[in-house]
């Protein structure tokens, strides 16, 4: 399948899976999507990550995370989009919420959530809000 937007569809999946309470979300597996997966799980929207062969196509398999039956994952924003790329400095990174969600940015160092970015002194294309 050829998709203009991947990194829509990834989202839109796991937004889709949330409402309907799933444990578990296939996406069809990219570089980009694996890194936006690793920052999911490492800032704790997500329990764990796998890649997962179904005939002749690979997908990340993630399980999602829930507090009771609240989704962990209470919003996905995509902000820079095929037509409209966004950009950020390093000065100007943005707060998802006051710093309680997080931003994923595209920078030189590779896909990195809003926090490790203002370590690193980078800025770059911002990809997305999570919350």
Do not use: C
Not at 21 to 30: A, N, R
Not at 50 to 66: A, R, S
């Amino acid at each position: 399948m050829v998709f203009t937007d991947p990194i829509a569809d990834m989202l839109t999946r796991i937004r889709n899976a949330n409402a309907a309470k799933h444990d578990t979300v296939m996406v069809p597996v990219s570089n980009m999507k694996q890194s936006i997966a690793k920052i999911l799980l490492d800032e704790g929207y997500v329990k764990k990550i796998e890649n997962v062969k179904d005939g002749k196509i690979d997908f990340i398999k993630l399980t999602l995370k829930y507090n009771g039956k609240e989704p962990v994952i209470s919003g996905l924003k995509r902000i820079s989009k095929p037509g409209l790329r966004v950009y950020a400095g390093k000065e100007e990174l943005p707060k998802v919420l006051g710093g309680l969600g997080t931003a994923i940015i595209s920078t030189n160092k590779g896909v990195l959530a809003d926090r490790d970015a203002r370590k690193e002194n980078v800025g770059g294309e911002v990809l997305a809000f999570i919350w």
